[in-house]
């Protein structure tokens, strides 16, 4: 069974930074497209970001550009997003999603564009 097991979110003031961890069990990260999701309470799925697994090249959604950055370490099999100068607007659980019916994701997709999904971390922020 295909798991996906984020990790690293939490509370933090307006400004902070955190760093989100995605560990891929049964398959290497760098065999499938990546992506971080979001949801926001009471909205639908909002694409962040991804990293293609050929190229390894990033792609973000405008509203992240300058301030979070995907990468993956092959070696530990881990998908990262550092978020930085995070915002209120930022709060949501964030979702790690592999093999995306469509490059690049739809900017707000639905949870069978995605393969595989883990279970979120929640990142809020707040003062």
């Known amino acids: 069974e295909v798991q996906l097991v984020e990790s690293g979110g939490g509370l933090v003031q307006p400004g902070g930074s955190l760093r989100l961890s995605c560990t891929a069990s049964?398959?290497?990260?760098?065999?499938?497209?990546m992506s971080w999701v979001r949801q926001a309470p009471g909205k639908g799925l909002e694409w962040v970001s991804s990293i293609n697994r050929n190229s390894g090249n990033p792609y973000y959604a405008d509203f992240v550009k300058g301030r979070f950055a995907i990468s993956r370490d092959n070696a530990k099999n881990t998908l990262y997003l550092q978020m930085d100068k995070l915002k209120p607007e930022d709060t949501a659980m964030y979702y790690c999603?592999?093999?995306?019916?469509?490059?690049?994701?739809?900017?707000?997709?639905?949870?069978?564009?995605?393969?595989?999904w883990g279970q979120g971390t929640q990142v809020t922020v707040s003062s």
């Open positions: 049964t398959f290497t990260v760098n065999s499938y497209d």
């Open positions: 999603a592999a093999d995306s019916k469509f490059w690049l994701p739809r900017s707000d997709p639905e949870k069978s564009d995605f393969a595989f």
